[in-house]
């Protein structure tokens, strides 16, 4: 499986141990369409407990600061192989991404802590349907 080059780069720079590349295709209109996270086998292993895909539609009212982010909208982001858990922390805050280190970063598990919260508390509702 080609690896697509910014990928490929973030891999060599790391050297992680890699699963491989899900190639994914959202449907912005499917109420369970799920974007994928960009893990390493390490992660997994070591972090069973994190997510490792998050429902679009949280996501996609945070458009404009995944531009702003990453130059790319998210459904882009999904079929280049998904963003790092702090990746999308930041866009879902409307902030722009903080590198470790720097003032208001946060750490990996912080970041997946949120996010698991926030897919927990999700109920994707069927357009039409009422609960």
């Not at 991404?97 to 069927?126: C, K, M, N, W």
């Amino acid at each position: 499986m080609k690896i697509p080059h910014n990928h490929a780069r973030a891999l060599q720079k790391y050297r992680w141990e890699t699963i491989p590349l899900q190639i994914v295709k959202i449907d912005q209109n499917a109420h369970d369409a799920l974007m994928p996270f960009l893990l390493s086998e390490r992660d997994v292993r070591e972090h069973p407990d994190w997510p490792q895909w998050f429902p679009y539609k949280l996501a996609e009212p945070h458009q404009r600061q995944a531009m702003v982010n990453h130059g790319q909208t998210l459904r882009r982001l999904a079929e280049r192989g998904g963003l790092g858990h702090r990746e999308l922390y930041h866009i879902l805050r409307d902030e722009r991404f903080r590198h470790t280190g720097h003032p208001g970063a946060v750490s990996d598990e912080v970041a997946a802590l949120y996010l698991q919260e926030l897919i927990e508390g999700y109920e994707p509702s069927i357009e039409g349907h009422q609960p």
